[in-house]
């Protein structure tokens, strides 16, 4: 049988569990400031870390227009099914939606969650209604991105399967140590969305920490302080 996914490239770092998980950014990478920061915190501390590209972004096979949340979420499982035990998954942007999600419906294989600007149902409050419809009718928009030879597309079946994976419409059954971090001057995810999720997670664990001129990326070297020493927190 061929494997219905694509092949994945990723960084697996060994030591101590449990293992920290980074799940990147919609359209982003592995070679990102906050993962290799990440990485080289575990090296430093002897803790097994992993960082991958999800089907289609960075070093991973696939086309990254013939992607879905859904199957970006089935790269994550396949990636922590590779650690034993459960993981300490850190996810930026979309990355903390996937890991609301993997951390929901898998709480056997998750220790705690770090969210940076976490962006869980953004194909609901993060589309216009005219880029929805667009989305719909035409089956992809393009917005301008940090490179302008290379638009931010979105898809019609990345769009669907978001829709579908919603989950910020009412309790969220997490019961593991959670770490929000956030910036006010995030333009991208508005900041009050991680004291929304802080409230509907379940768990009584759950802490949000505000940075009051940081922006959505997060990536200055005082920014990357705090992730970690939020991580240390969890590990």
Request: aromatic share 8%; with cysteine; glycine share 10%.
């Amino acid at each position: 049988m061929t494997d219905p996914r694509p092949k994945l490239a990723y960084h697996l770092t060994p030591g101590t569990r449990p293992a920290v998980v980074f799940l990147p950014g919609y359209a982003s990478d592995m070679t990102g400031g906050k993962a290799t920061a990440i990485e080289a915190w575990a090296k430093a501390n002897g803790r097994a870390c992993l960082r991958f590209d999800y089907a289609g972004c960075g070093a991973s096979e696939g086309d990254f227009e013939d992607q879905s949340l859904a199957g970006w979420r089935d790269d994550v499982l396949a990636m922590i099914a590779l650690i034993d035990g459960p993981v300490i998954l850190v996810g930026s942007s979309m990355g903390g939606w996937l890991m609301l999600l993997v951390a929901r419906d898998h709480p056997a294989k998750v220790a705690g969650l770090v969210g940076i600007a976490a962006a869980p149902d953004f194909t609901d409050w993060g589309f216009t209604v005219e880029e929805k419809l667009a989305i719909l009718s035409e089956g992809r928009i393009e917005r301008p991105s940090d490179d302008p030879a290379h638009p931010m597309v979105y898809t019609r079946a990345f769009w669907a399967s978001g829709e579908a994976n919603r989950l910020m419409f009412g309790p969220i059954a997490i019961d593991v140590p959670v770490r929000l971090i956030h910036g006010m001057g995030d333009v991208v995810v508005p900041w009050n969305r991680s004291l929304r999720l802080a409230e509907l997670i379940r768990s009584p664990d759950v802490q949000v920490t505000l940075v009051k001129d940081g922006d959505h990326r997060l990536s200055r070297e005082g920014d990357i302080a705090r992730l970690l020493s939020l991580i240390e927190d969890i590990a």
